[in-house]
Nanobody, 122 residues
Framework: QVRLIESGGGFVQAGGSLRLSCAAS????????AGWFRQGPGLERVFLAA????????FMGDSAKGRFSISRDKAKNTVYLQMNNLKPEDTAVYYC???????????????WGQGTQVTVSS
């Protein structure tokens, strides 16, 4: 069973950057499509980005286009979300997910991390 662990969240001022990491244990993340989602207080989980197994295909959600990027390091069994020019509205819990298909729908991902909090101050 793949276990996903997110890290890299924290407090940042508006305009700053953070890089989130998603490490896998208990199984190879390289065998899965990996995605990033976020969920703000009282809001639904929102798709941000997904990356194919080989890293050759990247798909960005509307909320992430232009400021965020996704990448993966197969040797380190880790997926990253680089976030630039952060805004207060980016404040949320950020989740990593793994599944079989590139999809923006949370229910189609099989494995989830516990999430990491990102707080952006104005």
């Amino acid at each position: 069973q793949v276990r996903l662990i997110e890290s890299g969240g924290g407090f940042v001022q508006a305009g700053g950057s953070l890089r989130l990491s998603c490490a896998a244990s208990g199984g190879g993340l390289s065998g899965y499509v990996a995605g990033w989602f976020r969920q703000g207080p009282g809001l639904e989980r929102v798709f941000l980005a997904a990356i194919t197994r080989d890293g050759g295909g990247v798909f960005m959600g509307d909320s992430a286009k232009g400021r965020f990027s996704i990448s993966r390091d197969k040797a380190k069994n880790t997926v990253y979300l680089q976030m630039n020019n952060l805004k207060p509205e980016d404040t949320a819990v950020y989740y990593c997910a793994a599944g079989s298909n590139v999809t923006p729908y949370p229910y189609e991902y099989d494995h989830w991390g516990q999430g990491t909090q990102v707080t952006v101050s104005s």
